[in-house]
């Protein structure tokens, strides 16, 4: 059930029961959507997890949304799901499934990805390496429950606004973001590496134009960040299947180091929280400005 409330004298916020929440920009609108696909902590009842709640908490990319809460002063959307990425993984194909946590063959043919491997597919094997999230085989009906009721509406909110922002402004610029430890683990790509402060996917300029990238990119960099592309992470579902640069909709993936914001053994919020915060406000700044030289706007 959608419930939609005031939140700002010019904005609003709406909630759909455990799938997502939407705030709407607080000044002039503009075709950019900031998204939030693995900082949900709404647990369904149905989860059934045997893993430790601590370790289940652990995975998701937290306090994201509250980085970013300023950009909708910017004139920015912001999406965040609200369910958990150990519930579902929204940044992965539903055929990227790892049948061997089925109690039956998945019956449109599984397509396990190569992040199945280390147990990171649709349905998430490992919490941490060695820790299973379940004790039991999940049955193939839980699985698409899941899918019906969680992944695809928040799939089609964000093909909704990217397609409205085409509609009403002849283009869409799309930040999927996340957050990323400071050093790859065993369940990466990059094992023990320690990585740049954020990174930037675009799998390999195709889901966005490359200017976007570069804006973006930019913006960090003459904030005094270090920035790495497409290096660990060159973005997954959500920028393969809503990234359309060819008619105009720009999609790009965004890893924020948590180190820069968060005590990363205890997961809580750093002394430097408050000044990334801003920096985001910047940063959101700075891609409004790139914006309104693309579209024509007001």
């Given at each position: 059930?959608?419930?939609?409330m005031?939140a700002h004298p010019?904005g609003?916020?709406e909630i759909?029961?455990?799938?997502?929440?939407?705030?709407e920009?607080?000044?002039d609108?503009?075709p950019?959507?900031?998204?939030l696909?693995?900082?949900?902590?709404?647990y369904p009842?149905?989860?059934?997890?045997?893993?430790?709640?601590?370790d289940?908490?652990?995975?998701?990319?937290?306090?994201?949304?509250?980085?970013?809460?300023?950009?909708v002063?910017?004139g920015?959307?912001?999406?965040q799901a609200?369910?958990?990425?150990?519930?579902i993984n929204a940044n992965?194909?539903?055929?990227?499934i790892?049948?061997?946590?089925?109690?039956a063959?998945w019956?449109?043919?599984?397509?396990?990805s190569p992040k199945?491997?280390?147990?990171?597919?649709?349905?998430?094997k490992?919490?941490?390496?060695?820790?299973?999230i379940?004790?039991?085989?999940l049955?193939?009906?839980?699985?698409q429950?899941?899918?019906?009721?969680?992944?695809?509406?928040?799939?089609?909110?964000i093909?909704?606004i990217?397609?409205?922002?085409?509609?009403?402004?002849g283009?869409?610029?799309?930040?999927?973001?996340?957050?990323?430890?400071?050093y790859?683990s065993?369940?990466?790509p990059?094992?023990?590496?320690k990585?740049?402060?954020f990174?930037?996917?675009?799998r390999d300029?195709t889901t966005?134009?490359?200017?976007?990238?570069?804006?973006?990119?930019?913006?960090l960099?003459?904030?005094?960040?270090?920035?790495?592309?497409?290096?660990?992470f060159?973005?997954?579902e959500i920028?393969?299947?809503?990234g359309?640069?060819?008619?105009?909709?720009?999609?790009?993936q965004?890893e924020?180091g948590r180190?820069?914001?968060?005590?990363e053994?205890s997961?809580?919020?750093?002394?430097?929280?408050?000044?990334?915060?801003?920096d985001?406000s910047?940063?959101a700044?700075g891609?409004a400005?790139?914006v309104r030289?693309?579209?024509?706007v007001g």
């Amino acid at each position: 059930m959608l419930r939609t409330m005031s939140a700002h004298p010019q904005g609003r916020e709406e909630i759909r029961d455990g799938v997502f929440f939407r705030s709407e920009p607080v000044s002039d609108e503009l075709p950019i959507l900031f998204e939030l696909p693995q900082s949900g902590t709404v647990y369904p009842n149905d989860f059934s997890a045997s893993a430790p709640f601590s370790d289940l908490h652990f995975l998701i990319s937290p306090y994201v949304e509250d980085l970013l809460a300023g950009v909708v002063e910017s004139g920015c959307t912001l999406l965040q799901a609200l369910f958990p990425m150990t519930y579902i993984n929204a940044n992965r194909s539903p055929s990227d499934i790892d049948e061997t946590i089925l109690d039956a063959p998945w019956p449109t043919g599984a397509e396990p990805s190569p992040k199945v491997a280390i147990g990171i597919g649709l349905i998430q094997k490992w919490a941490r390496p060695g820790v299973a999230i379940y004790d039991r085989k999940l049955t193939v009906a839980e699985i698409q429950h899941r899918i019906d009721t969680y992944y695809e509406p928040y799939h089609l909110e964000i093909q909704s606004i990217l397609s409205g922002f085409r509609t009403r402004f002849g283009g869409a610029w799309h930040i999927d973001t996340h957050c990323m430890g400071s050093y790859g683990s065993s369940m990466s790509p990059d094992p023990g590496r320690k990585r740049a402060d954020f990174c930037i996917g675009d799998r390999d300029g195709t889901t966005s134009d490359p200017a976007f990238r570069d804006c973006v990119a930019g913006l960090l960099k003459g904030m005094g960040y270090s920035v790495s592309i497409n290096d660990p992470f060159k973005g997954v579902e959500i920028v393969r299947r809503h990234g359309r640069p060819s008619e105009g909709i720009h999609s790009i993936q965004m890893e924020i180091g948590r180190g820069l914001f968060l005590d990363e053994a205890s997961n809580e919020p750093s002394d430097n929280y408050g000044r990334l915060a801003a920096d985001m406000s910047r940063l959101a700044d700075g891609i409004a400005a790139f914006v309104r030289e693309q579209v024509s706007v007001g």
